[in-house]
């Protein structure tokens, strides 16, 4: 989980909002955790989707697999592989209820 607590503290530090973690490891193969944050604004949202991956770069040489959501910045989606990064407004993050869709609180949330 150290990747998690990675993104979680990168995200913390740029002021992203309500950050969840969810363990997603006994619902899908195609990731173990998904983390899901909310920005302020557009520009909130895709600074901290920046901000993420420019420092996982720098710091630990990891790039994403793929990113998406950048250009409209309502909903960024970051794949790490292992982790899935949401990064949403929150009208948008309302709407599409990631947390309620996986049918479960957030597990990992509470642990620091």
Known sequence: MQL???IREILDDSKASDIQ???VRSMT??????VICSGTSGRH???LASKLMETLKQKQQIAPLHYDGMSTAEWVLVDYVD???HIMRPETRAF???EGL??????A???Q
């Open 4 to 6: 998690v607590d990675q």
């Open 21 to 23: 973690v969810l363990d």
């Open 29 to 34: 193969s195609v990731t173990d955790y998904m």
């Open 45 to 47: 949202v895709s600074s």
């Open 83 to 85: 982790v899935v990064v």
């Open 96 to 98: 599409y209820n990631l």
């Open 102 to 107: 996986w049918g479960q609180p957030a597990l």
């Open 109 to 111: 949330a509470k642990q």
